[in-house]
């Protein structure tokens, strides 16, 4: 059964870091859950903004089933990779009951991941902390088929990304011997 590491997290949480630090460390492959979702945006001419990709993945969902993504990744890999990103529930399900599944769930302060948000200015994110918090909590909740808060508590493992990237890197180091 294939190995997957999923990794869960708020907006600039250090999901994409950690994926890239632990493909690195047991060299498998990392990929973005959101992937298959800018792909098809890409193809229907659809501006990647946050906002545009939310819309379009609900959507989706319906047609295709909220597991659509992750059986799309879990189909590029071999025997082992990294999904970072997670979002849905139903992701989380179908990985569970498809490989041999783990998630990390990565945690920082608000302000802290709104401040690391302006410094990366990607897909037009919030402009001040207090829409940047609304609009993380609009985009998991009400009709919306993401399900981040619920998904980080469904985490085996949670580390907290406060610190320096030294600090972080010790922690994933840490964990990276459970994942083996």
Do not use: C, W
């Not at 990390?104 to 897909?123: C, G, H, V, Y």
């Not at 402009?127 to 619920?150: C, D």
């Amino acid at each position: 059964m294939k190995k997957v590491i999923g990794i869960v997290g708020g907006i600039s949480s250090g999901k994409d870091t950690a994926a890239k630090y632990i493909s690195e460390k047991l060299n498998i492959p990392a990929f973005e859950m959101s992937q298959p979702l800018k792909d098809i945006a890409r193809e229907r001419n659809i501006e990647l903004t946050r906002e545009n990709l939310v819309a379009l993945g609900t959507p989706l969902a319906q047609e295709f089933g909220a597991d659509y993504f992750a059986k799309i990744l879990l189909g590029k890999i071999d025997s082992a990779g990294i999904f970072a990103g997670m979002r849905q529930i139903a992701q989380i399900e179908y990985l569970k009951n498809n490989s041999n599944f783990i998630l990390i769930s990565i945690e920082a302060d608000p302000k802290i991941r709104f401040q690391r948000t302006l410094a990366r200015a990607k897909l037009g994110e919030a402009t001040n902390l207090e829409e940047f918090i609304r609009n993380e909590i609009n985009e998991n909740s009400g009709e919306r088929i993401q399900r981040l808060f619920e998904i980080m508590k469904m985490a085996d493992i949670h580390i907290e990304n406060n610190g320096s990237l030294e600090n972080f890197y010790n922690q994933i180091d840490n964990i990276i011997l459970k994942l083996l």
